[in-house]
């Protein structure tokens, strides 16, 4: 059964890149296991998305990726903007370090 040491071997690969990226180490083993190549390639890509800058479109006030040039929801073509949002994955660290996300910019 090669099949299932190579599935297995993916799901392995996709479970440990998913937790050290801060995700669930099995739900990206079982992602990886059930479609192995493309498991994989999520699990690498997954955070490399959450990492990306993001700004909020001046049309629809949508937030997208720094480097979409197109709205997705509007169809607004976007300028590269002057101030970027942080990431989801700052917020998310921010929060668990207990601060609020814009603790650092509020006046007192
Ligand atoms: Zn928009």
Wanted: include cysteine; hydrophobic fraction near 45%; glycine fraction near 10%.
């Amino acid at each position: 059964m090669p099949y299932l040491f190579i599935a297995l071997g993916f799901a392995l690969a996709g479970g440990w890149v998913g937790k050290l990226k801060g995700s669930s180490f099995w739900i990206w083993f079982l992602i990886s296991g059930i479609v192995p190549v493309i498991g994989l390639a999520a699990a690498l890509l997954y955070r490399w998305d959450r990492n990306e800058l993001r700004r909020e479109c001046p049309g629809c006030g949508r937030v997208v990726k720094l480097h979409d040039a197109i709205c997705t929801r509007c169809g607004t073509e976007l300028e590269f903007p002057d101030v970027a949002i942080a990431s989801e994955a700052d917020v998310a660290e921010r929060r668990a370090a207990g601060h609020a996300p814009n603790a650092a910019n509020s006046p007192q």
